[in-house]
């Protein structure tokens, strides 16, 4: 039971926050732009790094409650985070926004540039994983 119910209130809770932040200030609960906007120092900063500090200490919190590791070790080597890293900031600049900001808050505000965003995230997504997991691992 525990394995759904956890993913459904981190769900709730993620579209909660987004709606309390466009109701409360007015702004889209993106990621990317929100730490952009913190580290470029805009003059609306201090709400900024409350929301990056509230992301960072979430999963700590739920770790000391539940006792389970946040996310699980991973196996993967450094280089390849770092490349992983790389190549999401540059979607991010492509697509003018990163997931949270067009997936959560852009279809929940209907905008067709989310949609397509969205979609393109998505398709991007899984034609990475079958690439990865089905052509490669033939190759190697």
Not at 53 to 61: A, E, H, M, R, S
Not at 102 to 120: D, F, N
């Amino acid at each position: 039971m525990f394995e759904y119910t956890t993913p459904l209130i981190g769900g709730l809770l993620i579209g909660a926050t987004a709606v309390a932040l466009l109701y409360l200030l007015g702004r889209i609960a993106g990621i990317a732009g929100i730490v952009w906007g913190a580290v470029s120092a805009q003059p609306d900063n201090a709400w900024r790094w409350l929301f990056i500090v509230g992301l960072l200490l979430g999963p700590v919190l739920y770790h000391l409650l539940s006792g389970v590791p946040n996310p699980a070790p991973s196996a993967l080597p450094w280089w390849q985070a770092v490349a992983g890293g790389l190549l999401v900031g540059f979607g991010v600049k492509l697509g003018s926004g990163c997931t949270s900001g067009h997936g959560v808050c852009g279809i929940g505000r209907l905008s067709p540039r989310s949609l397509v965003a969205t979609i393109t995230f998505m398709a991007t997504g899984i034609v990475t994983v079958y690439v990865i997991r089905h052509l490669l691992e033939r190759l190697l």
